[in-house]
């Protein structure tokens, strides 16, 4: 029976967490534990372009406002012998987040809010996985945001693991994840009665196999018949590529809470 989604306290923008449970194409359920001396890890590195972050938060009770933060970047290792040892690193540029309004964009990142000035990335490391069937797991780790570290756990889905059918063909893991989570553990506490405390997560994710052989002869490339497709060019912008020099970041706006008015 699947566990049921458990609640951890924290902000919106915990992206990348699905990967921790990532595995071949061995089943979650029934995997026997490897020893020491059959321990055979394989390592996949997120792909920025297509993982992101979506949250849901209560904007006054009239709707819930929705945004996304992109280009995130990690590492994964796991053995598919031993899929509770799998083991992720991951970080969220959180000057990435995106309400769709280049003033409500400031205002998220402002001091009183996530403080994007100051702490520009979240952090993940995962801690276990525990098995829920064959496609489905809950994943345990901790996150710091805001300068805080916290417990968290998602509830992950794995959809695909198989070869990329475009050029360079890389083997690719593909997950989606769900939880609910609150902003006040981590000290984000601004306008309590405009944004609400609850935070809806969906996290998309994909990563590649890091190794030369990325690719496997078992795995099609593409149905048959299928015309062969152009790979779209991905190449991140310098902003959110690894180790590129970063442009300098504008001080956030900050805009001071203020007392309901009757």
């Not at 945001?145 to 198989?162: E, F, M, T």
């Not at 912008?237 to 020099?245: E, M, R």
Request: glycine share 6%; hydrophobic share 40%.
């Amino acid at each position: 029976m699947p566990r049921p989604t458990q609640r951890f306290r924290g902000p919106c923008c915990a992206a990348l967490l699905a990967l921790a449970a990532a595995c071949p194409s061995v089943a979650f359920a029934g995997t026997p534990q490897a020893t020491d001396a059959s321990r055979r890890l394989e390592r996949y590195e997120l792909d920025p372009v297509h993982t992101r972050v979506m949250f849901a938060i209560s904007h006054a009770g009239y709707s819930q406002a929705i945004g996304t933060v992109s280009g995130s970047t990690g590492s994964l290792e796991f053995d598919p012998d031993d899929l509770a040892g799998a083991r992720l690193q991951a970080s969220v540029p959180l000057t990435r987040l995106e309400l769709g309004d280049a003033k409500w964009n400031r205002a998220a990142l402002a001091r009183n809010l996530l403080d994007g000035e100051e702490h520009p990335l979240a952090t993940f490391l995962s801690d276990r996985v525990e098995p829920v069937d064959e496609r489905h797991a809950t994943v345990f780790g901790t996150l710091t945001l805001h300068g805080v570290s916290r417990p968290v756990a998602l509830d992950v889905v794995v959809n695909k693991i198989r070869r990329y059918p475009l050029p360079p063909f890389r083997r690719t893991a593909g997950f989606s994840a769900t939880t609910t989570i609150s902003r006040k553990d981590f000290g984000i506490t601004a306008w309590p009665t405009v944004i609400g405390d609850s935070v809806e997560l969906r996290i998309e994710a994909e990563a590649t196999r890091a190794h030369a052989d990325a690719s496997r002869a078992d795995d099609p490339v593409a149905p048959a018949g299928e015309p062969a497709l152009a790979e779209p060019d991905t190449t991140l912008p310098a902003s959110v590529t690894p180790g590129a020099p970063q442009p300098p970041t504008p001080a956030p706006e900050r805009l001071e809470p203020q007392e309901d008015q009757p």
